[in-house]
């Protein structure tokens, strides 16, 4: 075999000597970012104009576009060198298909109207990417399908090093340049600061900036690592500082007890997040595992420490979650909630096996670091394709509460089927139009044709409702008819509550036999009316403007005495139209004595 054969079929990247593979190399990643910038901007360019933009129309081709554009460079600019040429060119491949289907899936699932891909997706898919692609490379260069874990160690925090600097490459490039335009239009020359507002020309150079800056700390080999080794040693002592706060927690809770935690309402995502803060500075600690690696015995203890208190975190997290799953079912916040605890389980499980078990300092973390990867892009491929959509199981999922009675009717919330749930909730309210229940049918049948969704969701909507609260002056009861329909007025859940209730008047105020109701809350008056058909509705409101009376003192003034005066101004008629009078205030002034 030739050295040119073997240089094909070993790294891919021919030459005969290291130069040569350089300028090779930089070639490459410099073309990768060029054309990435080209793309970007051919991809603004299609979002330019209305609803009849090329992106609006055809969101299943642009959302794969994009988030391809967006995150595939990555894998080009970092392979080129590390990989064989026909290992690159196949998982660049890969890379590629499985970003743009999951962005097509993201469209399809979503149901007609202004369908973009969603935030999660690029959060996600962004992750799962940078994980699976430091799986491939170190197996790579070792030659074998799993490789040794100095290796991904190396592999991953070399390329997260290198990213923060390339971005701060980029950025500090952007300043540069800005300055530079700064100056040149002090003397009247304005064509920099044109043209770095031009899309055509600012784009494709962040992407030569970007891909510069990678190929820079790439042939650096030897000052990323000491970077990395600074940054590592810093970030290990802050493990002291959360194993203490965390441990502390923990320890406070049989004391204070879990009520505080669970109405915070964001309980799971607050232990999580203090789960994974454990789990990257406990790697930080520990790094590759080598012996001549290891930090001092204080730090060592603080490992052990540290990963025994992993697993109780995500234990609090599943118990937060199956308590709201069992109140209010599953939604696509909670299954990738869900996912994420299930990530984290194997974290703290492995983690503890690691700090109890005897021999080598926390070998067993290896292993667990592994798998725990691997099952990270198993998930998120799961949860951004058919297999484990959260808006499919979400919608399946309140629909079997509400068939088998585990939601109340009223109490059910269409509008997440209508409006968050995409085409599996649209699928599920058409059933449950069909659904032999009256009452659900006719909910769901709303809801099907309501262009926007409520203003509050259903939960808040009743515990706002329950919060009402109408005291009726002396001698009047409130109409039975008006308490009755007290969800219609929008207005009082948030006016008449425990702190501040609303006093109640019944009066006629137009003289046609019928009396209104007027409800003071400090600041103004609200005036309602009945239709001929019973409904109650707003139909005016008074305000303090003028006069002796404070805001705050209104309910009280009102529930003493109210009068009826005539309007300054009345309504006038021209042709067959009423025009309705609009005042200017003017408050009296006390003239000088």
């Not at 109405?263 to 997040?273: K, R, Y």
């Not at 009102?558 to 205030?585: C, N, R, Y």
Request: glycine share 8%; hydrophobic share 50%.
């Amino acid at each position: 075999m030739t050295t040119e054969a073997a240089n094909i079929l070993g790294t891919g990247w021919g030459g005969t000597t290291p130069d040569g593979d350089r300028r090779r190399i930089a070639i490459v990643r410099l073309t990768v970012g060029l054309v990435q910038g080209i793309v970007l901007y051919l991809l603004l360019r299609a979002t330019e104009g209305d609803s009849a933009s090329w992106s609006q129309r055809h969101p299943d081709l642009f959302a794969p576009a994009l988030l391809t554009a967006l995150f595939l460079p990555a894998v080009l600019l970092s392979g080129v060198g590390k990989l064989r040429l026909w290992v690159y060119v196949v998982w660049s491949l890969i890379a590629g298909l499985v970003l743009a289907l999951l962005a097509w899936h993201d469209i399809a699932r979503q149901a007609d109207g202004a369908r973009e891909a969603t935030f999660p997706l690029f959060v996600f898919a962004a992750a799962a990417l940078f994980i699976a692609h430091h799986l491939v490379v170190p197996a790579d260069r070792e030659r074998r399908l799993a490789a040794s874990y100095p290796a991904y160690f190396d592999a991953a925090w070399m390329a997260g090093v290198q990213g923060v600097l390339s971005v701060g490459f980029a950025g500090a490039f952007w300043l540069l340049l800005l300055l530079g335009a700064s100056l040149f239009k002090i003397i009247g020359l304005s064509f920099l600061s044109d043209l770095l507002q031009e899309s055509w020309f600012s784009l494709p150079l962040t992407g030569l900036a970007f891909a510069t800056a990678v190929h820079l700390t790439d042939v650096r080999d030897g000052l990323i690592r000491g970077v990395r080794t600074v940054a590592l040693m810093l970030l290990s002592w802050l493990l002291l500082v959360i194993t203490v706060l965390v441990g502390g927690f923990l320890l406070a809770l049989p004391f204070t007890g879990l009520d505080g935690l669970w109405q915070t309402g964001s309980a799971t995502a607050l232990v999580l997040s203090a789960a994974a803060a454990l789990i990257v500075l406990i790697n930080t600690a520990y790094q590759d595992g080598r012996p001549d690696h290891r930090p001092p015995v204080v730090l060592r203890y603080g490992v052990r420490v540290a990963s025994a208190l992993i697993a109780p975190l995500v234990g609090l997290a599943f118990w937060g979650l199956a308590l709201r799953i069992g109140q209010h079912g599953l939604t696509p916040d909670r299954i990738i909630a869900t996912a994420c605890a299930v990530i984290g389980a194997v974290y703290g499980l492995g983690y503890l096996f690691a700090a109890v078990r005897p021999g080598p300092w926390m070998k067993p973390l290896e292993r667990t670091n592994v798998a725990a990867a691997v099952l990270s892009v198993a998930v998120i491929l799961a949860l951004f394709s058919p297999l484990a959509d959260p808006a499919r199981l979400s919608a399946k999922d309140q629909v079997a509460r509400l068939e088998r009675g585990a939601v109340a009717a009223k109490d059910f919330d269409y509008d997440f089927l209508r409006f968050d749930s995409g085409k599996a909730g649209l699928a599920a309210l058409d059933r449950l139009i069909q659904s032999p229940d009256a009452e659900i049918a006719e909910l769901a049948r709303a809801a099907r044709v309501r262009v926007d969704r409520e203003a509050y969701s259903i939960q808040d909507r009743n515990e706002r409702l329950a919060g009402i609260r109408i005291q009726p002056v002396d001698g009047q009861t409130t109409p039975p008819s008006f308490t009755a329909q007290l969800g219609r007025q929008d207005a009082l859940m948030y006016t008449c509550n425990s702190e501040a209730p609303c006093r109640l008047r019944t009066l006629d105020l137009d003289g046609d036999g019928r009396v209104e109701v007027l409800l003071a809350a400090p600041g103004s008056i609200m005036a309602f009316a009945q239709d001929a058909g019973g409904q109650w509705s707003q139909t005016g409101s008074y305000s303090v403007m003028c006069g002796k009376v404070s805001p705050n003192d209104l309910p009280k003034a009102f529930a003493e005495a109210v009068t009826v005066a005539p309007a300054s101004l009345p309504d006038l008629v021209v042709g067959d139209q009423t025009l309705k009078a609009q005042p200017q205030i003017r408050c009296a002034t006390a003239s000088p004595g």
